[in-house]
């Protein structure tokens, strides 16, 4: 028998108990997995800042001579990539918003049970949230440089495009306190 995630959050709930003080034969398959990663904050962008960035990154790219772009293809060029990175936005704030659906159709508190919750649902949808969010990001960008019409060539590889993209990406995180 398969037992999904959200039944073995609702045995624990039904128990009385906590699913991470359960016996190891019952505990919740995440916790492993949930306290090893290297970054436990999940990863918010602001929108406001996607602009100013992705035209810092194109900068970057070109000065670097990690890519080539003509003049006047750099807006365009932008505006795509802005749309990759307001498409994550996007993905994101619905994704937050069945993490809080979810939460309370099954009555689950925020503190106790939102982490699992958040993790197992951003699996489903295929959306990194925590810190593998950039190599995400970054992995989508650079997939769309090699395609990208706007670009007459890249000279980079994917290190150096990495090293270029992510501190713009970081830039426009949302820090939590």
Not at 32 to 59: A, E, G, N, W, Y
Request: hydrophobic share 40%; net charge negative.
């Amino acid at each position: 028998m398969v037992v999904s995630w959200v039944q073995r959050i609702d045995v624990g709930m039904a128990n009385g108990r906590n699913c991470c003080m359960m016996e190891p034969s019952l505990r919740c398959a995440f916790w492993s997995r949930t306290h090893q990663t290297k970054d436990h904050k999940h990863m918010r962008f602001d929108r406001s800042r996607v602009s100013t960035q992705v035209q810092l990154i194109v900068d970057d790219l070109v000065k670097q001579n990690l890519v080539e772009v003509l003049a006047a293809q750099r807006p365009d060029l932008c505006k795509r990539i802005e749309r990759i990175i307001n498409n994550y936005i996007t993905r994101y704030d619905e994704l937050e918003d069945k993490i809080r659906e979810f939460l309370i159709a099954h009555n689950l508190d925020e503190e106790e049970y939102g982490r699992r919750v958040r993790r197992n649902l951003s699996k489903d949808e295929e959306l990194p949230i925590f810190g593998d969010a950039y190599d995400y990001l970054n992995e989508q960008i650079e997939s769309f440089l090699w395609d990208a019409d706007e670009v007459e060539e890249i000279f980079a590889n994917k290190q150096e495009l990495v090293a270029a993209i992510t501190p713009h990406l970081k830039a426009m995180a949302i820090k939590k306190h």
